[in-house]
C-alpha cells in the first residue's frame, strides 16, 4: 500500500511539473481581443521593485501610430502596465509569465496590444525602425 500512495504521489507531482504554456490560440484570442494596439516609440521601462523574480513593469513612451482603437492619439505620452520577468526568474511550467526585464530595456518601438492599460499576455511585437 506505502508503494502505490509513493507511486501515485510522484504520478501527481509530476503530472503538475509536466503542465505547459497556454496553447497559442490562448494569446491570440487575447490580442483580437484587445481594444487598442498603438505602436510607441522612444521606449523607457521602469522595473518593478522588491525581491520578486516577476511582477508588473511599466513601458513608457510617445505614440507612433494607433492601429486599432480611440482614446489615443499619435504623440501623445503614454504608458502601459506590462508583465515582466528578472533575470533571476527560473522558467516553470504555466502561463506565459512575462517579457524579460533586459529585453524590454532594449526596445526602442514596439506595437502593444493594450486593454484598461494593461499589454495582454504576449501582446507586445518589437518593431524595427524601417517599419515606422
Given at each position: 500500500?506505502?508503494?502505490?500512495?509513493?507511486?501515485?504521489?510522484?504520478?501527481?507531482?509530476?503530472?503538475?511539473?509536466?503542465?505547459?504554456?497556454?496553447?497559442?490560440?490562448?494569446?491570440?484570442?487575447?490580442?483580437?481581443?484587445?481594444?487598442?494596439?498603438?505602436?510607441?516609440?522612444?521606449?523607457?521601462?521602469?522595473?518593478?521593485?522588491?525581491?520578486?523574480?516577476?511582477?508588473?513593469?511599466?513601458?513608457?513612451?510617445?505614440?507612433?501610430?494607433?492601429?486599432?482603437?480611440?482614446?489615443?492619439?499619435?504623440?501623445?505620452?503614454?504608458?502601459?502596465?506590462?508583465?515582466?520577468?528578472?533575470?533571476?526568474?527560473?522558467?516553470?511550467?504555466?502561463?506565459?509569465?512575462?517579457?524579460?526585464?533586459?529585453?524590454?530595456?532594449q526596445l526602442v518601438r514596439a506595437r502593444v496590444f493594450v486593454?484598461?492599460?494593461?499589454?495582454?499576455?504576449?501582446?507586445?511585437?518589437?518593431?524595427?525602425?524601417?517599419?515606422?
Amino acid at each position: 500500500m506505502k508503494h502505490v500512495l509513493l507511486v501515485l504521489a510522484l504520478v501527481a507531482a509530476m503530472t503538475r511539473a509536466a503542465a505547459a504554456e497556454l496553447p497559442p490560440h490562448i494569446y491570440e484570442a487575447d490580442r483580437r481581443a484587445a481594444s487598442h494596439v498603438i505602436v510607441i516609440e522612444n521606449l523607457t521601462l521602469t522595473p518593478f521593485s522588491g525581491a520578486a523574480t516577476s511582477g508588473s513593469c511599466t513601458l513608457s513612451g510617445r505614440i507612433a501610430s494607433v492601429e486599432r482603437g480611440g482614446g489615443y492619439t499619435p504623440g501623445q505620452p503614454v504608458s502601459v502596465s506590462i508583465a515582466c520577468i528578472t533575470s533571476a526568474w527560473r522558467p516553470m511550467p504555466g502561463p506565459f509569465p512575462g517579457y524579460s526585464q533586459d529585453n524590454l530595456k532594449q526596445l526602442v518601438r514596439a506595437r502593444v496590444f493594450v486593454t484598461d492599460g494593461h499589454v495582454v499576455r504576449r501582446g507586445l511585437d518589437a518593431v524595427s525602425e524601417d517599419h515606422k
